[in-house]
């Protein structure tokens, strides 16, 4: 059977968890939506095992939620608490294919080597204009505005390409106080302004047509499966909670479409 998180205006809270600002941001900025639950099943809402060595395990919590609106098919935070081994707040908002908007992106990780941290409006179908041009159009004044604060994180994979906006925010940073810093000062700004603009285009959003709907449907789904088949968290989920748990979890509530 499947059941749902109660959704309130708080949100998941995990003990001593990196990401908890950005999520409480995330969370606040959607309430004047309408939300409603997304229906989770109760074994992906909070999982909790342990990591490291035998002689030296500690404690890993994941826990999901979820909720969803009259424009978004499913907003989802994915969120992982491994101490030292890792803190990960995985935000997207997937859009009803009713209207032409793109994918929310935000992925906040901090492994042992650093902070990895993204930020896209990600288009459905790259190759469409009407699609991206009148996002990308708003979308790239405040990329700009921000990259030049933050380190370059390198080139993506070319099969990976299509699925990212020239907005791509994508940066690494060290530990400690430094990154910390920049983290507070620049990164959650950033994020919030991806956020807002996002809202600000949904609200503008209006239906489409039918077949416009099949069109951006066929993208999304070309966009789900291929993220739910290069998931770079799996190998991380698997070691944290095993491999049949995971693999339900990548495909029944982070790319369920």
Known sequence: MSTSRVLSTDPVRLAGWTWQPFLDDAVQALQPLNVEPYPVDNQFLQRDDQTGSKANPFPVTTATWACQTQ??????????????AASVLNFVINPSSQFDLPFFGGDLVTLPSGHL????????DKNDPDHTQPVWDRLMPIFERWR????????????????????????????????????????????????NLYLELTSEAEAVSAERQQHLLAGQRRYTTYRAEKDPARGMLTRFHGGEWTEAYIHSVLFDL
């Open 71 to 84: 424009k978004y098919r499913q907003v989802r935070a994915a969120c992982v608490n491994a101490g030292r």
């Open 117 to 124: 941290l993204a930020l896209d409006l990600q288009p459905a």
């Open 148 to 195: 030049q604060e933050l380190p370059d994180g390198g080139p993506i994979p070319e099969e990976a390409q299509p699925y990212f906006s020239p907005a791509f925010l994508w940066t690494r940073l060290p530990l400690g106080e430094e990154g910390d810093q920049i983290i507070a000062s620049i990164v959650r700004p950033a994020f919030n302004d991806y956020l």
